[in-house]
């Protein structure tokens, strides 16, 4: 569907001069600076980001934001809510990292903890653009005296524990009219894309345990049941569309190689970009888990089931962040900037730097009608309950994959925190003409509609679930 901005809608955008908007950010950029700095040099792992959390709430409630805390049963998880009435803009922050990815802010991979936790994903930067934003936002209504209201969602767990279910579930995203988020790229880019949905689940079998060579016939593997189920997985991935995505790790397989293992369990993503499809592919692989079991004579439960929809673009939305991108630009880079991104580059591949120039990083790439990223995010649920939008800034390097030590190095750089503040800019602009302007509101929810029409958005998580607060302690 092509989609452009109509005359009435481009005469709504930004009635007053968005010039005061940017000065006060860029005024503050420093201090922003460092609190992004602050959470990656404490990089904490999902639903006990207990020091980034609150780091954000001071920042708000010092702003003047009502804070509600302990959102969806999840501690970390809180609302900040500055105005009243209609319309209401939401803006979605994140500050949880990865298990593993630890690394210092320099262009060679040296972890500052072996095996420890790092902000591979940018949710530092995340956070503290949509703070930024949130704040400006707040500034420019009371200024001049506007109605409406601008709230901040923090939201814990991103990476894996689906924090923003939880918070659904508890019905804070109720009577909101519109959800502006960002993330962490490679590119500055407002196309409006769609990604995939998840389920994700623990798998565990249970067999029985014997000495592995004076008794072995008294043993049932469960490690046997596991692999089993892996070979049957590599078997299924022949017979199922070819834009799904199956992969799992193993938590538990035995505690020593001379006793058959009584328990063995691993993790398990299944993706695929339509909940509907994702749900039959499901439902073989949960048939080969159990099959596996029945041939080692194991038992097999699957546990803690829990997955994300699909994003549901809204390129209304994205089209007003896009003339806001746009009018902003890309980054402006110092010779030691791109002194570190050429260093940074050296560490990937030929394919990958040619195919992806520093360029990328100072421009802003065309817009799109739709895209799709293959990676899976909880905001997918919140994009099917209200009119949701999605753009990237160039916080990464060209080239740089998320969830690697090199996004983690940018993530703490210089270069990282220059996008975040065109991030921060463009989530600015964007909500303040949402705030000031109906026109743009009422044509994204008519989209909203019109996209959602004839699918029933059921969450893969139960509405009477409680947040696995201690899931990444494993």
């Known amino acids: 569907m092509k989609f452009a901005l109509t005359p009435a809608l481009v005469g709504t955008l930004l009635a007053a001069d968005p010039a005061s908007v940017l000065v006060q950010l860029d005024a503050r950029a420093d201090h922003y600076g460092q609190l992004s700095r602050q959470i990656w040099e404490h ?31 999840a501690p970390t998880a809180f609302t900040a809510t500055w105005g009243a009435g209609k319309p209401v803009i939401g803006i979605m922050g994140e500050f949880d990292a990865l298990p593993g990815l630890s690394q210092d802010a320099i262009p ?22 949509s703070i930024a934003a949130t704040a400006a936002a707040k500034e420019y209504l009371e200024t001049h005296k506007l109605p409406g209201t601008i709230r901040y969602f923090g939201t814990p767990a991103e990476e894996g524990g ?19 988020a960002w993330h962490p790229s490679g590119r500055n880019d407002a196309t409006p894309e769609t990604c995939n949905a998840i389920v994700r689940a623990n798998i565990r079998y249970r067999g029985v345990a014997a000495h592995a060579s004076a008794a072995p016939d008294r043993g049932r593997s ?25 992969h799992y790790v193993i938590t538990k397989g035995g505690r020593a190689p001379n006793i058959v293992p009584e328990i063995a369990e691993a993790e398990i993503y299944v993706r695929h970009p339509r909940m509907a499809e994702l ?47 746009r009018s902003i630009g890309g980054l402006k880079l110092t010779p030691e900037d791109v002194k570190f991104a050429e260093e940074i580059r050296k560490s990937l591949p030929e ?43 160039a916080t990464f390097v060209p080239g740089v994959a998320a969830h690697t030590w090199q996004a ?17 800019k463009t989530l600015a602009l964007t909500a303040i003409d949402l ?40």
């Not at 609150?54 to 509600?68: C, K, P, Q, S």
């Not at 029409?453 to 696995?468: C, F, L, M, Q």
């Open 279 to 325: 749900q039959n592919v499901w439902d073989r692989v949960q048939k080969i888990a159990q099959g596996a079991a029945t041939m080692t004579e194991t038992s097999v439960d699957i546990l803690d089931v829990s997955g994300s929809w699909n994003l549901l673009p809204n390129q209304t939305l994205n089209k007003i962040i896009d003339h806001h991108l």
């Open 435 to 474: 705030l000031e302007n109906p026109a743009p509101l009422a044509a994204a929810r008519a989209e909203f509609d019109r996209r959602r029409a004839g699918v029933t958005h059921r969450s893969v998580i139960p509405v009477n679930a409680k947040p696995p607060l201690r899931y990444r302690a494993k």
């Open 43 to 73: 990089p904490e792992l999902g639903y006990v980001e207990t020091r980034s959390s609150a780091l954000h709430i001071e920042e708000l409630r010092r702003a003047g934001f009502r804070i509600d805390t302990n959102i969806g049963g």
């Open 222 to 246: 469960a490690l046997d049941g596991l692999m089993l189920m892996g070979i049957g997985i590599e078997m299924l991935r022949e017979h199922i569309p070819q834009d799904s995505r199956i």
């Open 108 to 129: 060679d991979r040296k972890a500052l903890i072996e095996d420890g936790a790092g902000h591979g994903c940018g949710h530092n930067l995340l956070g503290i653009a």
């Open 351 to 393: 394919a990958v730097r040619a195919a992806n120039p520093l360029s990328l990083a100072t421009e802003v790439a065309k817009m799109r009608d739709t895209g799709i990223f293959p990676a899976s995010t909880d905001a997918g649920d919140i994009s099917w309950i209200v009119p949701t939008a999605h753009f990237g800034t």
């Open 408 to 424: 983690t190095a940018c993530a703490g750089s210089a270069f990282g925190r220059k996008g975040m503040m065109i991030a921060a």
């Open 162 to 180: 689906s924090g923003k279910v939880y918070m659904a579930h508890a019905g804070a995203f109720a009577g909101v009219d519109a959800v502006l």
